[in-house]
Every structure is written in C-alpha cells, then in structure tokens.
C-alpha cells in the first residue's frame, strides 16, 4: 500500500474545535464548513487515487449516453423542422384514385394552396437505334409544387445545381441520374413515355419528399399533370397514387386538417389516408428510429457496466475509510456530518464527471452523426441543451444510486471500531439505499431509451441478470464449501483454504463473482457474437440476391419468358403466379378499416391483396403455427406471421377474399415467418392449387441478373412489352447502405461498451484486494511457504474465475440470440467454443488481476505486508 493509502486510512480529516459549552455529540458545522471540508476530503482521496476509478466509469457512462442524445435531439428537431419540405405541404390527402374535388374546394374555401402530384411505375425507352427501356417512377406535378421547400436540378451532370419553384415546361420532363445512366441518354436526348415524346430538360439532384415507397426507388420521372393525358398511360388498373397538397397559415391547416379527418374517418372513405408535418416520411422516421434504438441499446449497456464498476469502486472505498470515519466520530463528528460530507464529496465528483462526459458525449454524436448522418439529406440543427443536461443528470443518478449506498454505512460506523474493529449491523439500510438506487437507474433507463417498454426491458434485464448471477454465485459457492467439508473428496490444502475463504467472505465473493461475470458477459458478446451479429444481418441482404422483378408475365407467355431467360444464361428460374384480391371478411364479419387502431392494418385492408397458390413450402419460409397444407384439395389458407398478427388472425380463423366479383372463402391452417430481406417472391397469403387455379392470374419472377448482363432484361421486354421489369439494385444498394452506417456507429460505441467491461473487470478484482493481502500475510507469519501461499491464490482465482466465465458465456450467448431475433430479425449459429473460452477468459482475467494486486505479498516480509493491510 501506498503511503498516500496509509493515510487516507488511517490520518483522519481535521476538524475546527467543538463549542465549549456543548458536548461532542451535539457538535455540527455550519455548511461553509462541511463544504470547504468537503473539498479537502475530495482532494485527499484523489490524490491518493481513491476516486479515479469512480470518476473514470462515471465520465463513460454519460459519455455514451449524451453521445446517444445529441444525435437523437438533433434529429428530432431536424425531422420536426423539415416535416414541411418532406411532404412538400403542411398537410396531404393521399388516395388510389382521384381525390375528390371537395377536398380542393375546402381548402380554396379556407385560402389555402393546393397542388397536386400522381405517381406511379411505367416504363420508360430510349429513341436509340437500339432502345433501352426501364421501370421509372412517373410523377406528373401541378404548377405550385412543391408547396414547401424546392427541387433542385442540374443542366448537366456534374454542373452545379441550383433550387427551383417551378415544374418542368410543356414537352419536357427532369429525370435523376439513375435513369439517364440506365437509358444510355443525355441531357437533351429525346424519351418515350407511354405513347409520346419527352425531351429530357434537366436533371433531378434533389426531391425531398420522394419518400421511400417500392416505386420510389425507381429512377425518377417528373413531368407536368397537363401532359399526363396525351401518354396514354392511365386507365383502367392502372396503379396511381393521387396526392392532393395543401399549405397555408397553421390556423387554416388545421381547420381544415379537422374537416378532413371527419370526412374521411366518419364518412368511410375508403382507399384514402391523411398525411400530417408528423406523418411526413414515415420510413424515414422509422429507419432512423430503429438505428437509434439500437445505438440506445448499446449505450444502456455502457451505463450498466458503469454501474456495476461504481458499485464495486465505491464498495472498496467504503472498506478503506472506515477507520477514517471512525476516529472522525471519536473526534466529535456526528452521523449528520459525516452523510453531509460524503454527499457534498460526490455530488461535486458527480456534476465534474457528468460535464466532463457531456463534453466527451459532444464529441462521440459527432462521430455517429458522421456515420448516421446521411440517413436523412438535410441539413441538421445544433443540438439543444436537454441532452447536455441529462447528461449532467444521468451522473448525479449513477452516483446517487451506487455509489451512496456503499458509503451509508461509513455515517453509522461506531466509534469503538478504532479499538475494537467492530463494524455494527448496517446492512439493510445499504440495501435499502441500493434499492433506491437500481429505482432512479430504471427511470433514468427509461428516460434514456425514450419508451417505457425499451427502457423497462433494459432494466428489467438488468435487474434481473444481477439476481440470477448473484443467486447462482451464493449456490454455487455453498456447494463447493459442502464438498470441501466431505470426506469422500480429497483436495489439497491450497484448494481446501481458497473454498474455505470464499465461503467465510460469502457475501463479498458472490459481489465479485457476480460483477465479473456481467463484464465478462459484455466482454464476450463483442468479441464472440458481434461477427456473427453483424454477419448475419450482411446475410439478411446477400451480394446476390435478387435485384430483378419481372412482373405481369401472362398465362400463355410463361414458356416463352422461361426459355428466353434460359437460353440467356437464367435457367431454373420459377414464375410464380399472382392473383389480385380484396379482404372483405374474417369469421364472416365484415372487415372495415376503421376498426383497426394501426395505420398499416388500416392501408393493408383497404387495398387488394396479391394471393398465390402453390404446393411446396418456399426455401425461405418457416411454419411458426398450424401445418402446410401441401397438396390439398379443399381451399386452406398459409398466412404470414406479421399480417396475421397486424389483422389478429389465428389459425382456425377464416378469411374470405373477393377476386374479380367472385368470393372465395377459407380456413387458416398455418402461419408462415418469411425472410422478407431474401428479396425472393413472396406473399401474405397463399392457398393450394385447387384453391385460385381458376381465377385469373399474372405471373412473376426474381433473379439476380449481373450488372453486364441487364441487356438481356432490356431484350426481354423489348419482346414482351406488356411485361414490367422492376430493378431492385438501388433498393439493395440502400439497404447495405444503411446497414453499413448503422453497424459503423455500433462499433463506435462497442468501444465505449468494451472500455467500460475493462473497468468491471477491474473494479471487481480489486474490491477484496485488501482482504487478499491480509489473508496471505496472515498465512506467511503463521509459516505458510511461497508455495502454498500461491497455491492458494490461484485455487481462489481459478474458482472465482470458472464461475464468472461460465455464467458470462451461458448469458453472452442468450443475449446473442435474443438480440439476433428481436432486434435483427435473423438467426444465428450456436457457438460451441463460446462456453470453454469463456471460462478461460474469466480464470485468466481472475489469475491476471489477482497477479497485480498481491505479487508484492510474497516478496516482502510477513510483518510488512501485516502493517500495511
């Protein structure tokens, strides 16, 4: 031990002399007095390196989660500025037909604008010699559009761009960069949409609110509403998406937002939806979201890790004063005094710690935003002060809660101690303290995670992961002790002394255990799973997976389609059949969408859906309840897991669709998880061949063509015009692109997380150091040899060790499997090096730590190493 040591454990604080006409036990200091002592007794402990560890856990724990909160608030604030501009509105009505003329009217009646957009897929072809033809996404525009914010557009690529209120001239049409490189054309270049020519007058850079819809990820087409008719494209069938956009004043918007609502939910207009500023690019909103839960994730992990290292620092802080505290109260200084004292001492090592990891956390959300930035193509706002301010708080409460409980006992310790060493029974007001503690840590969880539910399940888990730790730590430990005790088993004396020392300190060695495991645990979730995590969700969208659709292949076209693919290098390809239908009863009621809270169920139910028939199960389909109905002669129903759980059907359940005029009726008899991130052909509902083979059908088809090879496509639909290509490359693209930026920002703060499991690690082998040093000077004055003296050091660590290993690859690997199909939605292998490498992890870390902390006990003399512990 260090001379500073010595005296912060043995040299008491001084303290101004008592009033003469009270007694010592009456004494108090006025808070001028407890504060600048307060002080003193801060800069004593740091000097002597008594609160490095306490303020290091704490500066990472809100350093991860203030990093977390400034991108969190600027992208709220971000996503709340520009709702606006991401509708091009204040509010839209959006319907899959005209929408009605008295929504304009109403709101020409309330002085507001209006413009209108349609979209809708087509394709596009080149005037070449040899044509190119592409699926585009058309948008015809109204003049007015945008209503809020502006497009951008360039004259050539790579030439600057610039803002733009207006909408394209008569004759010509903006395209992005996606369709002039898939065309093989230029600015100026003539193109065919439907049955006229557009010439193509500029390029697209910028379309704020394109939104994320299939079709949308089409190259863009944007032409005038006016020129819409002379193509030909519209009619009968035709899948348009009508979007009426009306801006004002915000008193009028929402006058006429409350008009809507009543016309559209109380009148039972079906196939129409309103779009509110809060509504405005909901993918968007829902990408970010599920990055930002996850990022939370990760940092609710570094704040529990932190949570553990304070508690366990903190403990041994406690162990090493109370000698301190009690020749304080020999010298007057009453329970008041000392609780005011330690309280002032923390709270200022809180509010020091906590804006050092705000400046920290500053720092990090620039390194997310670096990462997650370019989710959403906008400029965003500084961040507010909120964030900086939980921050602040989030470390008063990490303090607060592990770390005062400890440091209650040190206001009871009685005097006599320093005579005596009696400690006094004051373990339940520490426990109680903790149990306030782990509730303000829940609800800063809470806080942090931004939804009860995270944020409990968080909490809870920890909660709960301590418990099961803690309780398997004491059985296991008192097992060992009966087999120490029983004369059928023979153990050496190092290994007879080591149980025998765990179990006399039970309590302590269960804290240590259980520590050590919860850091190992964290330890090996990054190292052992977080490959197979990140692996996995690569493998949700492969390199090859299909980037082609081909889609509306007629009944009598199949075998040309087939043997055209095949003799272009495409064989083996199936085509499945499509048939189009509507839900209009589930138990023979009748299905309305207003009677459905959520708003996917709602636009689920209020369109067609596209039916199939098949016999054998898809590669990429899993039966979750019910059986396959396999080759069925009577009408059955296989439906996907997440529509029968958005619509609250079982199976059991029937269902009745109306196809062409006609219903057909049948029962659920499975239920089906599917893969959707395999980019197959896949459907909500499937039913036998017996079942739909009579009603008219389509058929489609997805491959993976090369990049060299979409000539073939162009070919292909140059033959079969009818036929519609859909190419999901961008699609791919954007997935690997979010995926790439989320997993980057995760490994950013993997490091926080792994920094923090450092310092469990640490904190948990140092908490009975001193109890260590004692125990083997006390063996080495009673003539215990260096051997034996080793012998049972590493018999200890090697028990405290296996335990800690074998529970933190046991958990490491349950929450590999939880996170891999709650968060991620894909499944990952069983490890079975996980379980010894976890267990040699802890026996090394145990055998490292113990090394550092006692190797000075066997080379100094017995005597010494008494006095100094």
């Known amino acids: 031990m260090s001379e500073a040591e010595r005296v912060t454990t043995q040299a008491p604080p001084e303290l101004p002399p008592e009033h003469p006409t009270r007694p010592a036990s009456a004494h108090r200091l006025s808070l001028g007095h407890l504060l600048h002592q307060s002080l003193r007794m801060t800069a004593r402990d740091w000097r002597a390196g008594e609160l490095t560890m306490l303020l290091f856990a704490l500066v990472l724990a809100v350093a991860a989660l203030s990093s977390v909160g400034f991108l969190a608030d600027r992208l709220h604030q971000g996503l709340e500025r520009d709702a606006r501009r991401m509708i091009a509105a204040d509010f839209v009505v959006r319907a899959d037909h005209p929408v009605d003329a008295q929504f304009a009217q109403q709101a020409k009646t309330l002085g507001l604008e209006t413009a209108t957009t349609a979209i809708f897929p087509s394709m596009v072809n080149s005037t070449a010699a040899q044509p190119v033809s592409r699926l585009a996404a058309v948008k015809a525009v109204s003049p007015g559009y945008p209503l809020r914010g502006a497009l951008r557009i360039a004259l050539a690529p790579g030439a600057p761009d610039r803002e733009v209120r207006g909408i394209p001239p008569p004759g010509d049409v903006w395209v992005d960069q996606q369709l002039l490189d898939a065309l093989r054309v230029h600015i100026g270049d003539k193109v065919k949409v439907g049955g006229r020519d557009f010439t193509i007058g500029a390029l697209i850079t910028r379309e704020l609110d394109r939104g994320f819809a299939f079709v949308n990820f089409s190259p863009r087409l944007m032409m005038r509403a006016d020129d819409l008719a002379s193509t030909g494209l519209l009619g009968y069938g035709s899948r348009v998406t009508y979007r009426l956009l009306v801006a004002g004043g915000d008193k009028p918007v929402a006058s006429f937002a409350t008009w809507a609502h009543e016309r559209v939910d109380n009148g039972k207009m079906r196939g129409v939806a309103l779009e509110s500023l809060r509504d405005g690019q909901p993918q ?33 802080y406690m162990r090493r004063h109370l000698d301190s505290c009690a020749a304080m109260r020999c010298l007057g200084a009453s329970q008041r005094t000392l609780r005011a004292l330690f309280v002032f001492e923390f709270a200022g090592l809180g509010l020091l710690g906590g804006i050092a990891g705000v400046v920290l956390g500053f720092g990090g959300h620039l390194a997310l935003f670096w990462w997650l930035g370019s989710l959403i193509d906008v400029t965003l706002p500084y961040p507010s002060i909120w964030p900086a301010l939980e921050g602040i708080a989030a470390g008063l409460v990490l303090l607060i809660g592990f770390a005062l409980p400890p440091l209650l006992p040190l206001t009871h310790v009685p005097p006599v101690r320093v005579l005596r060493r009696e400690w006094g029974d004051e373990g339940r007001t520490a426990w109680a303290a903790y149990a306030l503690g782990i509730a303000l840590f829940a609800g800063l969880l809470i806080l942090a995670a931004g939804e009860l539910k995270l944020g409990g399940i968080v909490a809870g888990g920890f909660a709960g992961g301590l418990l099961v730790f803690a309780l398997i730590a004491r059985a296991a430990l008192w097992s060992l002790s009966r087999i120490m005790r029983s004369e059928r088993f023979h153990i050496g004396i190092g290994w007879r002394y080591a149980l025998a020392s765990l179990e006399r300190r039970a309590n302590a060695s269960a804290l240590q255990i259980t520590a050590l495991a919860i ?23 492969p390199p090859d997976a299909p980037n082609e659709f081909i889609i509306d292949i007629q009944p009598d076209q199949r075998d040309a389609v087939t043997q055209y693919l095949g003799a272009h290098g495409f064989a083996g390809i199936e085509l499945a059949p499509m048939v189009r239908g509507r839900l209009v009863a589930i138990d023979n009621k009748p299905v309305n969408p207003n009677d459905y809270k959520s708003e996917d169920a709602r636009r689920l139910v209020d369109r067609e859906f596209n039916l199939s028939y098949t016999t054998q199960l898809p590669d990429d389909n899993r039966i979750v309840s019910g059986e396959w109905y396999g080759n069925a002669s009577k009408p059955q129903i296989s439906i996907e897991q997440g529509l029968a759980k958005l619509l609250n059907v079982k199976v059991g359940d029937t269902m009745r669709f109306d196809v062409t005029g006609l219903q057909i009726e049948a029962p ?100 009975t150091r001193d109890e260590r040093m004692r125990e083997s000077a006390l063996l080495r004055a009673l003539g215990a040899s260096h051997r034996q003296v080793r012998a049972v050091q590493i018999a200890e660590f090697v028990v405290v060790g296996a335990l800690s290993g074998l529970m933190a690859a046991l958990g490491s690997q349950l929450i590999g499997f939880i996170l891999a199909m709650r968060v991620f939605d894909f499944t990952i292998e069983f490890n079975p090096w996980l379980l010894p490498t976890g267990i040699a992890a802890g026996v090394a870390c145990a055998a490292v730590g113990g090394w550092i902390s006692l190797r000075h006990v066997l080379m100094r003399p017995a005597l010494q190493s008494l006095r100094d512990a």
């Not at 052992?528 to 995590?533: A, E, Q, S």
């Not at 509902?685 to 739909?692: H, I």
């Not at 491959?703 to 190419?727: C, K, M, S, W």
Request: glycine share 6%; aromatic share 8%; net charge positive.
């Open 284 to 316: 968007v909103r829902e990408t970010l979201d599920r990055a930002n839960h996850f990022l939370t994730l990760v940092s609710l992990l570094t704040a529990l890790l932190a949570a553990v290292a304070i508690a366990m620092a903190a403990h041994r």
């Open 519 to 541: 850091g190992l645990m964290c330890l090996l979730l990054i190292a052992m799973t977080r490959n197979d995590l990140i692996e996995g969700w690569h493998r949700s969208t």
């Open 668 to 767: 659920v008899t499975s239920v089906r998880k599917l893969d959707w991130g395999s980019f197959k052909v896949n459907f909500f509902v499937v039913m036998p061949p017996a079942a739909l083979k009579d009603y008219p059908a389509t058929f489609i088809t997805s491959f993976h063509v090369p990049p060299e090879q979409h000539r073939v496509i162009d070919g292909l639909v140059g033959q079969y015009p009818n036929l519609t290509a859909i190419d999901t490359a961008p699609i791919l693209a954007q997935v690997q692109r979010v995926i790439g930026q989320v997993i980057g920002a995760v490994q950013f703060l993997f490091a926080f997380t792994l920094i923090a499991g450092v310092l469990v690690l640490y904190a948990a082998l140092a908490g």
